[in-house]
């Protein structure tokens, strides 16, 4: 039986988060780039608060995403990481749990078929604590009302207008079959994390709309997003040297955060995908 020690998996999550805070990802904030009343310490605070509590031992999914947000919170008064959080979440869970598969997804799996009615209870007192942008209202399993269904059937409700709750349903298909592939990739390529985020990042938003912006500033508003990021991802794609790519980026930045637009979805399954990728890579090791 194989598993992770938490005080690894902790490491590694944190690792992940400050990565993506280092890496220059248009309308995010960056340590190279402010925005949206926030700053990079703001994420870097929170990833510390989340990281250490979101891998202990001995908790369910919910508990989890719960004491991961309360633990935010105390750092900063907005929301900076619900979305990591809940994607995290599983990905944690599933390498911390002994199992005899070393392989990350097939434990995701069996860590997403478990899920129960509290995992849903905790995790809606998470996001109503988290406050995020844009959330709305729904006629089925709203946040507001006490759950009746377990977590993944009410990420399987949400699933068509949010991007995270959509991995719940596929066992994170885009993180390990869009995302993941793409990790490796630039990282053998390039050598460098943050590049690699960057280009990660760039695949995701310029193969699906961003369900943030979506939902903050209309469809044609989002698809129009993932338009302009087709012509980033080719531009960074073909470069040799990913610098050369800084001057189309900070247009594109610059750009998306006059219209205080930000892919925060995309974001964070950017960070998914690298502690995804570091936590199979752990697994192997084993």
């Not at 780039?33 to 509590?53: C, N």
Request: with cysteine; charged share 25%.
């Amino acid at each position: 039986m194989f598993a992770l020690d938490a005080t690894e998996v902790c490491a590694l999550v944190l690792d992940a988060c400050k990565t993506d805070v280092r890496a220059f990802k248009p309308g995010n904030v960056s340590l190279a780039s402010s925005g949206h009343g926030m700053r990079a310490e703001d994420f870097l605070a929170s990833a510390e608060a989340a990281a250490t509590v979101i891998a202990q031992p001995g908790l369910t999914v919910g508990e989890r995403i719960l004491r991961a947000i309360e633990a935010t919170r105390f750092v900063v008064s907005f929301n900076t990481n619900l979305g990591i959080v809940l994607l995290c979440a599983p990905l944690v869970h599933a390498a911390v749990q002994s199992s005899a598969r070393r392989e990350l997804r097939a434990r995701l799996d069996s860590v997403l078929s478990g899920l129960t009615v509290k995992d849903a209870e905790l995790a809606y007192r998470a996001i109503r604590l988290a406050q995020p942008g844009g959330l709305g209202t729904s006629a089925r399993h709203d946040v507001a009302a006490p759950p009746t269904v377990t977590l993944r059937e009410a990420m399987r409700e949400a699933a068509g207008r949010d991007r995270i709750a959509s991995q719940y349903e596929t066992v994170f298909a885009d993180v390990f079959e869009l995302g993941l592939p793409a990790a490796r990739e630039f990282l053998a390529r390039w050598q460098s994390r943050e590049w690699a985020a960057v280009a990660v990042y760039f695949r995701f938003l310029s193969r699906f709309p961003d369900s943030l912006v979506a939902r903050k500033f209309g469809d044609q508003a989002a698809a129009s997003v993932t338009e302009q990021a087709r012509q980033g991802a080719a531009i960074i794609e073909s470069a040799r040297d990913p610098r050369e790519a800084l001057p189309a980026l900070e247009a594109f930045d610059t750009g998306l955060k006059r219209r205080s637009i930000n892919p925060g979805t995309t974001a964070d399954m950017t960070v998914a995908t690298l502690v995804a990728m570091d936590l199979q890579d752990s697994l192997e090791k084993i």
